[in-house]
């Protein structure tokens, strides 16, 4: 399995790499938007959402859209060792995210925490996607741990469209998410999953 995986991952890369800046950048916005507008964003009042890694779609407007609305906002502080995330307030995005020594962004380490059965909604990034909400991340599990605190109907994964393949590989220990939003559309998986 981790073979595919890791074919899967060296597919989708170039897709995303291949996307140019105004591109990248308009279609994070949308995407963004779209995910703002839904009720499961708009009545969640604390949230876990994630800082984007370069090669991600951009969700700064996301994270400002939680912070304007008065939601408390949460990103996830990677604690490698216990292969584990703790959710971290995040009140100012200016000075509350900062890189880790391998590029990572992240919250400030030192800031109010919570556990991921408290939040209201978590924003998952991914590789790749599929219609019946299997993700492929990094590798690392992490949120295949942090997910069953939550359950499916509070996570929705937020991704560029040429993300979105027709199979995603996946282990039992593989946790799906909700909804995927793309620049185009809104994809409800949750039913596939009772």
């Given at each position: 399995m981790g073979d595919a995986k890791a074919v899967l991952r060296e597919t989708v890369a170039p897709r995303v790499g291949a996307l140019g800046p105004e591109i990248r950048a308009e279609a994070?916005?949308?995407?963004?938007?779209?995910?703002?507008?839904?009720?499961?964003?708009?009545?969640?009042?604390?949230?876990?959402?994630f800082a984007s890694m370069p090669d991600e779609i951009d969700v700064t407007p996301l994270l400002r859209e939680c912070l304007d609305a008065g939601k408390r906002l949460y990103l996830p502080l990677v604690r490698w060792k216990a292969r584990r995330m703790i959710p971290v307030r995040v009140t100012d995005l200016d000075v509350d995210i900062v890189y880790s020594s391998t590029g990572m962004p992240g919250p400030r380490p030192g800031g109010e925490r919570a556990e991921p059965s408290e939040m209201d909604l978590v924003i998952v990034p991914g590789r790749a996607f599929d219609r019946q909400g299997r993700r492929l991340g990094r590798g690392g599990g992490f949120y295949d741990?942090?997910?069953?605190?939550?359950?499916?109907?509070?996570?929705?994964?937020?991704?560029?469209?040429?993300?979105?393949?027709?199979?995603?590989?996946?282990?039992?220990?593989?946790?799906?998410?909700?909804?995927?939003?793309?620049?185009?559309?809104?994809?409800?998986?949750?039913s596939t999953h009772r």
């Open positions: 994070s916005r949308a995407a963004c938007e779209r995910l703002a507008s839904l009720d499961l964003f708009r009545s969640a009042g604390k949230v876990l959402a741990r942090l997910l069953p605190q939550v359950g499916p109907a509070g996570s929705a994964a937020i991704a560029f469209s040429c993300q979105v393949v027709e199979a995603v590989p996946v282990d039992e220990h593989d946790v799906p998410i909700g909804l995927i939003v793309t620049e185009r559309e809104v994809i409800s998986t949750a």
